[in-house]
């Protein structure tokens, strides 16, 4: 079992930064391959950014591709997505997820956060 808390969401202004967090419990932290998805309102949730266990390999939705990055500390059984350059259309709640799998499908994860508003104004 994986518990997953995600925080950093906020409002902020069209161009700005934010960094969000998900602490996950357990030992088994640094098994998992780690993701972030997001929802916006009325629309699919959506693939943002994976990334492997060993922090080798990075995977990017084209939307957010050069202004987003995915890390992990698995010291610190926590994952993060620093969000720059943010677009109107980036408002959505973001989710991090914990899955055995690398992949863009939301499908193959086990595991979700409660999700944390990320809302960009003008």
């Known amino acids: 079992q994986v518990q997953l808390v995600e925080s ?3 409002l902020v202004q069209v161009g700005g930064s934010l960094r969000l967090s998900c602490a996950a419990s357990g030992r088994t932290f640094s098994r998992y391959y780690m993701g972030w ?3 916006a ?8 950014a994976a990334i492997t266990t060993s922090s080798g ?5 084209t939307s957010v591709k050069g202004r987003f990055t995915i890390s992990r500390d698995n010291a610190k059984n926590t994952v993060f997505l620093q969000m ?4 109107l259309e980036d408002t959505a709640v973001y989710y ?11 499908e193959m994860y086990d595991y979700w956060g409660q999700g944390t508003q990320v809302t ?3």
């Open 57 to 61: 390999l990075a995977d990017y939705a």
């Open 96 to 106: 991090c997820a914990a899955s055995r799998y690398y992949s863009r499908n939301s």
């Open 41 to 48: 309102p009325g629309k699919e949730r959506e693939f943002v």
């Open 120 to 122: 960009v104004s003008s």
């Open 8 to 10: 950093g969401g906020g």
């Open 37 to 39: 998805f997001r929802q």
């Open 84 to 87: 720059n350059s943010l677009e």
